[in-house]
């Protein structure tokens, strides 16, 4: 009888231990043993499940491409978008889940709207990015909600003209960069990134796209690029301006390439 009790324990453990991590699997608020919040964890490989994003700050331009998802047949491209304007010098783009942004977006459009109507001044790129970042927060730590499964890259200029470029994720962190991405594989365009990037970059534009071109497989047809320069509105580049700087990409490493396979005479 005493082996018989034992033997129904040790198959009780491994069962006991699955229910154990479902209760911190499924409680937004409550933290594992080992300090985790499953639910945010959860969100953020929504993240890495979405399209890619980059963002890339140049000396007076800030440029952020987006891998666009394939448009049925007979769907409007126009009403499929991944970049917003915020306000008069406020863009933003995300990856992750579509709905969740959509209505991060608005919140923070009624915020710039808000902030204009009190102070009489534009918000600041770093405020707004707080703003959402602290929305994020504060789904993380409440019950009966779940956390926003996106990551935004918000970028615009400050009052002295200065590029700005934040990042948040869905535990609410926010934090400032030169060059990220987000998204799928983001992993592998911000190492890119880091090898090609250099203050005051000649080219954002160029530097975007070909780390795009490091995940996208078919080319500029899914590629959209906005531009955001100094004292002018923002840009989105049509699909010929797009192929065109791809095809000045593929030329150019092409002789590269063949540069690097020619034999050096002696």
């Not at 911190?24 to 608020?29: K, S």
């Not at 080319?219 to 095809?247: C, D, F, P, Q, Y």
Request: charged share 25%; hydrophobic share 35%; with cysteine.
């Amino acid at each position: 009888r005493t082996a018989r009790r034992g033997y129904y324990q040790r198959q009780a453990r491994p069962l006991d231990a699955a229910m154990s991590s479902g209760r911190y699997d499924r409680a937004i608020t409550v933290f594992s043993p080992d300090g985790h919040l499953f639910q945010v964890e959860y969100a953020m490989e929504a993240v890495q499940k979405g399209t890619t994003a980059v963002g890339v700050r140049g000396k007076d331009q800030i440029v952020i491409g987006v891998e666009k998802k394939s448009t049925a047949k007979l769907q409007d491209p126009r009403t499929i978008r991944k970049i917003h304007q915020l306000d008069e010098s406020i863009c933003l783009s995300f990856a992750g889940l579509t709905a969740d942004a959509r209505v991060l977006i608005n919140r923070a459009r009624v915020e710039c709207q808000s902030y204009r109507l009190t102070l009489e001044d534009a918000p600041s790129v770093e405020y707004i990015a707080r703003f959402v970042a602290g929305i994020q927060q504060r789904y993380t730590q409440r019950p009966g909600v779940r956390p926003f499964g996106i990551s935004l890259l918000i970028c615009g200029f400050d009052a002295a003209g200065q590029p700005q470029l934040y990042q948040t994720d869905p535990s609410g962190t926010y934090s400032a960069w030169k060059a990220t991405a987000t998204g799928k594989q983001a992993k592998n365009v911000r190492e890119f990134l880091e090898k090609k990037y250099d203050d005051g970059v000649a080219d954002p534009v160029k530097l975007t796209i070909t780390a795009l071109l490091e995940v996208v497989e078919s080319g500029s047809k899914n590629i959209e690029v906005a531009v955001m320069t100094r004292g002018e509105t923002l840009r989105i580049l049509s699909e010929a301006e797009v192929a065109e700087h791809v095809a000045q990409i593929e030329a150019d490493k092409a002789a590269e390439e063949e540069r690097a396979g020619r034999p050096q005479a002696s």
